[in-house]
């Protein structure tokens, strides 16, 4: 478990990994819907507690899917962490923290997720319109009616994120942020570090890069790929366990206590995700394949 625990007001116990559910209603068909139920499942079994969602996984489906799990297990609710996110419109797609589609977001949320409140509510991708004092007010509303007990933000910018807190009267508790061998911007911007500062908890997600998403793209050419791989399988031989935990055991080695999201719907795979939390991972090898990720020597 990792605390979220910010304030004497705001505290969660987190599992260090999170379940994000962005793939459970697959097509919304009754198969895929059996396969995310029983994902669901092997994920509280596993010892996960921490839910993540956002309105606009698999066009709402993800929520309805979940919701009608926690109809059928109501008393699991008290035990959960339950995070979706908005902020994104469709058709055309465009970015809006407005005051009205936010609450009517989370409303739609709860209907969904068959809950009366959000653990944690997050901003999923900044709206460069944003008015913080607006966002502000909005969020004082939701906690107010009791809708969302926490916030914090997805893809922020520390710059970004020093606006809105300045405008809110308790703090962000994530910012959910893409992080992996991959794309390791949010060691360089500044954002782990204000996470440490201000003791944000950063949420990676796609923590496996491109090897879990690959139609997402990668600019890794196959040689990159290679060097980083026989790294990755050496390390995996030395602490015997697969190449994919090392690259779990290499975000969670960060002092910033970040949390991954693990996104399979394979019941043996989400359960195996735990082992990476055993590793006594080493500073050296963290080094060896950052080096290797880069394909040069540290200057």
């Not at 910010?6 to 793939?23: N, V």
């Not at 609450?103 to 409140?117: A, K, P």
């Not at 791989?229 to 602490?239: F, H, L």
């Not at 990476?276 to 020597?297: C, F, M, V």
Request: glycine fraction near 6%; include cysteine.
């Amino acid at each position: 478990m990792t605390s979220l625990e910010k304030t004497a007001q705001a505290q969660l116990s987190s599992s260090r990994l999170i379940y994000g559910c962005m793939r459970i209603a697959g097509d919304n068909s009754t198969a895929d819907k059996d396969k995310g139920m029983t994902a669901i499942k092997a994920a509280i079994e596993a010892g996960y507690n921490h839910f993540d969602h956002a309105d606009i996984y698999g066009g709402g489906q993800c929520e309805q899917l979940f919701g009608e799990f926690l109809a059928n297990s109501p008393s699991l609710r008290e035990t959960l962490i339950i995070t979706s996110k908005a902020g994104i419109r469709q058709s055309p797609q465009r970015y809006d923290f407005s005051h009205d589609y936010l609450i009517e977001s989370v409303e739609g949320s709860l209907t969904r997720l068959n809950t009366d409140y959000l653990d944690l509510f997050l901003l999923h991708r900044p709206d460069y319109l944003f008015n913080a004092n607006q966002v502000a007010e909005t969020f004082k509303q939701l906690k107010r009616e009791g809708k969302v007990k926490h916030f914090g933000v997805s893809n922020f910018s520390p710059s970004q994120v020093n606006l809105l807190q300045s405008a809110l009267d308790e703090p962000l508790l994530i910012n959910q942020i893409e992080i992996n061998l991959h794309n390791i911007s949010s060691l360089q911007d500044g954002t782990l570090d204000q996470c440490q500062q201000l003791a944000i908890t950063p949420v990676a997600w796609c923590p496996l890069g491109a090897v879990a998403y690959p139609a997402w793209g990668n600019t890794f050419s196959q040689a990159d790929e290679q060097r980083i791989g026989i790294e990755m399988t050496k390390q995996a031989q030395k602490y015997n366990v697969e190449a994919w935990q090392i690259s779990l055991a290499w975000l969670l080695k960060h002092p910033a206590n970040i949390c991954p999201i693990i996104g399979s719907t394979t019941p043996s795979r989400i359960d195996a995700a735990k082992q990476a939390l055993t590793i006594d991972y080493s500073a050296k090898d963290w080094y060896h394949l950052l080096e290797a990720r880069n394909g040069q020597p540290l200057p």
